[in-house]
Structure formats: C-alpha cells, structure tokens
C-alpha cells in the first residue's frame, strides 16, 4: 500500500519545500514534483488525482505549494514572485533527489508549469523532463502575448498536456510554439476539456490516460 505523509523541508538558503510526498508501495526509482497553478494550491484535484495515479504506477510523487501560496492562502502570485517560485521548485527536485536515485522529473498546472519550463531553461541538466499541463501560452482572448520567449532556450524534453477548450491556448497555437523547442517534446490533447483538465467525466481515467503517455515519453517511446 502507497504512503502518502505531509512534507516539510527547510533547506539552508532556499525557500522552505511544503506538500505532501506520495511513496509508492512497489518503487520504479523515478521520483515527479508536482505543482499547481495561480490560483490553487497543492490539495487541487487534479494534482491530487495524477499524485495517487503516478504513485500507482511505482512514481514517489511530491505535490508541492510554490512559496507565493505558502506566502499567501488566496489569490494569485504577486508582480515579481517569480524567480522565488522557481526556486522553490528547485529546492523541491533536490528535496526529490533525495528520495530516489533515479530519475527524477517535474510538473506542473498553469503558471506552476511555466515556472518548471523557466527553471529548466535556465538550468539546463537540472531534471530529466517535464509535465506542463495547460501551459498558459497567452492569456485568454490575447493570442498575440505569448509566453514562450524562453521555449528556444529549453533543452528539456517536455510532454504537455492541453484540454481543447482551454481559453490560454488552442491545441493549433500551442503545436506551432513547440516548434520553437530545441528539445524533444509531445502534446496530448484531451478532448472535451478546458484549462482545469480533469472533469466529472473524465476523471475516472484522465489520470492514467496521463501516466501512461509521460511513461512512454519518458522513456523514448513514440506515441
């Protein structure tokens, strides 16, 4: 039977890690940090949904509250919070270093995504790959604002996930910005959903709809 227990970890010099560390009763040795968007935090049911699922599958998963939602319980991050985000995810992958001599990957809903895409294209070698579910490539109705002027610079295969209704991008838009991508990459479309993913429908088997695709990317499958 999994484990799953309450995480605290106070790193010297690095914001504090606090979540919840998933521990899988038959360990494949890959370890997933798991984190969420603006408005959420680390108890959203789609972390909580893809945690129990990838914990199933053998993964020790980490769903974690970036420092802006340990700063505040409400609301989204503030102008600037950023780069500590980022390093909150940083302190979050050592913590998982820790846990597992395999390796080890990261993941993330909406802004908690993107922070995982900065991170690892300015840390190249950092982690393994990435899980960036509804990547929020432009805000909705202003598809000439894109997020991506870091895409060239990424060097991490990244598998993303994105519901065909999602205001932040549609599934045409996002496969065009791949392209700017150096590493490899993959996008699974999920039908009948928008920027949340999991819905009442799909919820019974989204999750390892989601597991079994970043397995197979992970380890160099082609869909």
């Known amino acids: 039977m999994s484990i799953v227990r ?6 010297p010099n690095e914001p ?26 680390c108890n959203a049911p789609l972390l909580v ?15 974690c509250d970036l420092p802006f939602r340990q700063s505040r319980p409400h609301g989204p991050p503030q102008r600037g919070s950023a780069e500590r ?36 294209a300015g840390e ?17 109705r202003r598809s000439n604002e ?13 598998m993303f996930v994105l519901g065909i209704r999602d205001p932040f991008a549609t599934i045409e838009e996002l496969t065009a ?14 039908t009948a959903a928008g920027h949340e993913l999991l819905t009442r429908q799909n919820r019974d088997n989204l999750p390892k709809q989601i597991v079994e695709a970043f397995r197979s990317f992970a380890d160099g499958v082609p869909p």
Do not use: W
């Open 124 to 140: 190249p070698g950092l982690l393994d790959r990435l899980l960036l579910l509804s990547y929020p490539l432009h805000p909705p």
């Open 16 to 41: 504090p890690v606090r979540g919840f560390l998933h521990l899988p009763a038959h360990p494949s040795g890959d370890a997933l940090v798991l984190t969420h968007g603006a408005v959420a935090n």
């Open 49 to 63: 949904a893809l945690a129990g699922a990838f914990c199933d599958a053998g993964f020790a998963v980490l769903r």
């Open 85 to 120: 985000d980022q390093q909150g995810l940083k302190a979050a992958v050592a913590s998982m270093r820790q846990q597992t001599s395999g390796r080890v990957f990261l993941g993330g809903h909406s802004y908690g995504g993107r922070q995982a895409s900065m991170l690892a």
């Open 6 to 11: 309450e995480c605290q970890h106070n790193p």
């Open 146 to 158: 894109l997020r991506t002027t870091h895409f060239p610079r990424l060097q991490t295969p990244a």
């Open 177 to 190: 910005a791949l392209k700017l991508i150096p590493a490899r990459t993959e996008l699974l479309p999920i």
